[in-house]
């Protein structure tokens, strides 16, 4: 039973190319999305500050 599931489990995260790309691997690719994101928003943030001077 284990190792039927183990098996759909697997099945499910196979990619096209037949190469295994477990769960782990995309929790990794959307935290470093989200990183990657909330760096580029800051950085539109601070230049648009530095021009209008938001924060005095």
């Not at 190792?3 to 790309?21: A, F, G, S």
């Not at 470093?32 to 530095?50: E, H, N, R």
Request: glycine share 6%; charged share 25%.
């Amino acid at each position: 039973m284990f190792y039927d599931e183990r098996k759909r489990v697997r099945e499910r995260y196979k990619e096209y190319d037949e190469t295994y790309l477990g769960h782990y691997v995309q929790y990794i690719f959307w935290f470093f999305c989200v990183i990657g994101i909330v760096i580029f928003g800051l950085t539109i943030f601070l230049l648009l500050d530095s021009h209008y001077h938001w924060s005095k």
